[in-house]
């Protein structure tokens, strides 16, 4: 808002950021490239130098102490080498990605922060009588001057949880706005009963759960934790047999879902596919794989649901269950399939056994309806561009045809995988030239680091959130899953990239500060609940 006063916004997309990086590391820093000159095997370093120079703005790091990083990084660091190539020209990287993206007149995360902070001091907010901030507990640097500069002007108010003495984080603000954060003298409270229960897997954790859910009677007042997102989907599952009403908010991993399978399935056919006479080929494994994926062999494309039975006579025709010519075949055409008659009169005697008819020309239809989403739409794609519209087509084609649109699951994926691809075709590099391989490995990268958003309302049932969902949330009951070492806290100890001592150098203690900041939120939480149930697993 401060910045929108100011000037208008463009922000930059994360995958414009990373092409951004590698575009300038190919014109004036070729050393970071050895051995990773294509985007797609750049990408991840793309990324965390992406990550890299946004925290060095989000915390308003200078020149003058990145100096000192390079001037070591000269002498060398304990780490690879091009990681001390980049720390040396990490000032001029940095002032590079910068300047092109203020041509476009566009901000990344941490420039919009930088910019916000700068402004602070000329945007007036004569509209609003006060702003009241809440809820928070770790602020960057740009987020302290800028709150600092509306303290000053008497704009603001700042309310906290927790109290400095307790907490460093609260300390460290309470110098920042010269003001001290102490709690109030709040009503005395009752210390919560904290029972411990051990499980040996994850269903074991879910079974002394449910048998806890039985007890309690006011499930309204009640929080399930997961500290691990994939215990979600089997605790839904074992959970919604006990009638209860309950609310999911909560990020699950995007590669977990089978809408990410069948993009997989689709670019295992691709890149197994022979060229020959102009002719596609594809594996005949490969090809069954993708036919065979519940949502496409499940598709209901003439409105008979007739897709399912047309599958399995592909399987039996290809794998030899009937006796035909391409029984045993390594390597099959489309044609070749779609157009085998001993193939259409055999899905067309099963489904007059089921009543229902249909012509052969009827199934020829539906083989080639398959054939364009599923195959024939990725065989000439060469930018990111043709890439999107294929797979637009086919998340389309689920969401209108298939069962996809009735499990939540599903359809937060597709809906997700439907964001990234508008993010691709609108990518500065959508028309630039790419191989399939590329293409398919940068589009399975960025998936593979995506979470699903589930955000229901927090105003009534019973609450299935992630630890970050808890903030300033208040329960009488809460049950823990996963309280066990590198689960709870969740903390990435090694950096990919930079060295931990060049960050702590700097003074980022990300590692500190993310222990900090969970252990905050879990303490608040506890104290504030009157029954506690934590459940670890005990196993190697």
């Not at 460093?168 to 003298?185: G, Q, Y």
């Not at 859910?213 to 006990?242: C, F, H, R």
């Not at 086919?394 to 597709?414: D, F, H, R, V």
């Not at 990268?445 to 995506?450: M, Y």
């Amino acid at each position: 808002e401060v910045v929108r006063r100011k000037s208008s916004i463009k922000m930059v997309s994360r995958m414009d950021s990373a092409y951004s990086i590698y575009k300038l590391a190919k014109a004036g820093h070729p050393e970071l490239l050895a051995g990773r000159e294509s985007f797609a095997m750049f990408l991840p370093w793309a990324e965390e130098i992406n990550a890299f120079i946004e925290q060095l703005d989000l915390e308003e790091i200078n020149d003058d102490k990145l100096r000192s990083v390079q001037e070591n990084a000269k002498i060398g660091f304990d780490t690879l080498k091009e990681i001390n190539l980049l720390l040396a020209d990490i000032i001029k990287l940095r002032k590079e990605f910068h300047e092109a993206f203020k041509k476009e007149n566009s901000l990344t995360r941490g420039m919009l922060y930088m910019s916000a902070a700068e402004f602070a001091k000329e945007v007036n907010f004569d509209d609003f009588e006060v702003i009241i901030f809440c809820g928070f507990f770790y602020l960057h640097k740009t987020e302290q001057r800028l709150i600092k500069e509306l303290l000053g002007r008497k704009k603001a108010k700042l309310i906290f949880q927790g109290d400095e003495s307790e907490w460093d984080v609260l300390k460290e603000l309470s110098k920042v706005f010269s003001k001290a954060v102490i709690a109030e003298e709040a009503q005395i409270k009752n210390k919560p009963k904290i029972n411990f229960y051990r499980g040996f897997d994850m269903h074991s954790q879910i079974a002394i759960l449910r048998e806890k859910l039985k007890e309690i009677k006011n499930t309204e007042e009640t929080l399930i934790l997961l500290a691990n997102p994939d215990a979600l989907v089997p605790l839904l599952s074992d959970i919604s047999s006990l009638g209860a009403e309950f609310n999911v908010s909560i990020g699950y991993s995007l590669k977990r879902s089978s809408v990410y399978s069948l993009f997989q399935d689709i670019f295992a056919a691709q890149l197994s596919r022979k060229l020959e006479n102009k002719m596609s080929y594809y594996y005949s494994r490969d090809y069954l794989k993708v036919l065979s994926h519940p949502f496409l062999k499940n598709l209901d494309i003439s409105g008979l649901n007739v897709s399912r039975v047309a599958v399995h006579k592909t399987e039996e025709i290809l794998t030899g269950t009937i006796e035909n010519d391409l029984a045993g075949e390594l390597f099959i055409s489309l044609d070749k399939v779609s157009g085998l008659n001993i193939l259409l009169e055999e899905i067309q005697g099963t489904l007059r056994h089921m009543d229902i008819k249909v012509t052969l020309d009827d199934i020829a239809r539906i083989f080639k309806k398959l054939d364009e989403l599923a195959f024939e739409a990725w065989e000439g794609i060469s930018n990111f561009y043709e890439f999107s519209v294929s797979a637009e087509n086919i998340i389309i084609a689920l969401l209108q045809m298939s069962t996809l649109e009735k499990y939540g699951l599903n359809l937060k994926a597709a809906q997700k995988i439907l964001e990234l691809v508008e993010e691709l075709r609108s990518a500065t590099f959508s028309r630039e030239k790419f191989s399939q391989e590329e293409m398919f490995k940068i589009f399975t990268q960025r998936l593979e680091n995506e979470m699903v958003s589930f955000s229901g309302s927090p105003l009534r049932g019973m609450q299935v959130l992630g630890l970050l969902e808890t903030r300033s949330l208040t329960f009488k009951n809460v049950i823990v899953m996963d309280v066990n070492e590198s689960i709870l806290p969740k903390l990435r100890i090694y950096e990919p990239l930079i060295p931990r001592d060049v960050m702590v150098s700097l003074g980022i203690e990300r590692l500190e500060k993310e222990e900090e900041i969970q252990r905050y939120q879990f303490s608040r939480l506890i104290s504030a609940a009157d029954n506690v149930h934590l459940i670890y697993r005990e196993d190697r």
